[in-house]
């Protein structure tokens, strides 16, 4: 169907709007675990910082409510799997100097030789996971 196609076409026009506009009128990468930091570090330019992190968690809802689409399933991992992923996920984070919107998203538009290379071990190492979590475990 042709809405199949749409749907993440705008999605990624919309990322891509969000980083360029974040980039020409604030002169900030949009990389979301930096804005993160930064919103809870309390530093002084504030403010667009928790304005991005809400529309950022607005969207998807109103994306729902609007177009009805349905909520994904929930994941059936218990909370110990959950917390010990986000705690490598930001150990990540720390040791990329970056995360996948920074480096992926902002990083490869500005043709960043060390986005290039994080970007390729962020899918490299997501390829290995999925692999050992479906044949290996």
């Avoid at 199949?4 to 974040?22: K, N, R, Y």
């Avoid at 929930?74 to 920074?102: A, D, E, N, Q, R």
Wanted: glycine letters at 16%.
């Amino acid at each position: 169907m042709m809405i199949e196609f749409l749907t993440p076409l705008a999605g990624g026009l919309l990322i891509g709007s969000a980083a360029l506009a974040t980039l020409f009128f604030l002169g900030r990468i949009a990389g979301v675990s930096g804005i993160v930091w930064g919103a809870i570090s309390h530093q002084a330019d504030n403010s667009w910082r928790w304005l991005f992190l809400l529309g950022l968690l607005a969207g998807p809802f109103f994306y729902h409510q609007l177009a009805n689409a349905p909520y994904p399933t929930p994941s059936p991992l218990s909370w110990s799997y959950v917390l010990i992923g986000g705690l490598l996920v930001g150990f990540g984070v720390k040791m990329g100097s970056g995360c996948t919107s920074g480096h992926g998203v902002c990083g490869m538009g500005r043709l960043s030789v060390r986005s290039l290379v994080a970007t390729l071990t962020f899918v490299g190492t997501g390829i290995v996971t999925v692999f050992i979590v479906r044949h290996v475990m």
